[in-house]
C-alpha cells in the first residue's frame, strides 16, 4: 500500500512550523474549554485532561509545503472521547479548533470522530514539547498538517463550517493530501 501521498517526501527530522509565537505554558492558568453546540461545555485543567482515557496513535503527518514525517507516536485523548464527555447537539456539524495565539481551524465532526484524531499531550511518551505544541495539540493525521492545531485551548461545536487562519489565506478547507487538495483555487 502506498503510504507517501502525491508529491510528497518523506523527512526524519521534524521541522517546527508555525505563524507567531510560542506560546508561553503556565500550569497554573491553563484550561482546555469545550463549548458551543453541546449540552455539558467542560472547562478542564491540566490535570484533569491528563486523568481522562489516554490514548496512543501512531500516525503519519503530512505538511501541504511538501514534507512528510512517518510514525509518530502521539499520545492524548481522543476527539471522540472529548465529544462523549460533552454530548454535542443534533445540529452540530463541525468543531472550530482554537489555539493560544489566534490560530484557529475547522473540521466536520464526521472527520474528528475517526479513531486516530487525539488532543495529544504526548510525543514518544515524552510531555510534547513547546515548539511542536505542547501542552496541546490536535493531531489529524489524514489532512494536512495545517489542521493539527498546536496549543489548543478551545473548542467550539458549530452548525455551520468557520473558515480557519490558512483556510482564510488561500488553502484548501478540506485538506486531503491523498486528492492534492492544497488550495482553495
Ligand atoms: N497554532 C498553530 N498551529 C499550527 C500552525 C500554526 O501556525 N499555529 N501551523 C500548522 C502547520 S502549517 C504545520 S505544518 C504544523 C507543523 O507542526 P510542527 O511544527 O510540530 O512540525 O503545525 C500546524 N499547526
Ligand atoms: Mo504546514
Known sequence: MQRLPPNQHITS???VLHFGKVPEF???TWDFC???LVENPVRLTYD???ALDR???V???HCVKGWSRQDNKWEGVRFRDIAELVKPKTNARFATIEADGGYTTS???TELMEPDVLFAYALYGKPLEPLHGGPLRLVVPRKYAYKSAKWVRMVVFTEEQELGFWEQRGYSDSADPWKEERYSY
Open 59 to 61: 500516525s503519519d503527518f
Open 107 to 109: 473540521l466536520p465532526l
Open 55 to 57: 490514548t496512543i496513535v
Open 48 to 50: 484533569q485532561l491528563l
Open 34 to 36: 469545550v463549548e458551543g
Open 13 to 15: 527530522d521534524f521541522p
Open 26 to 28: 503556565d500550569k497554573g
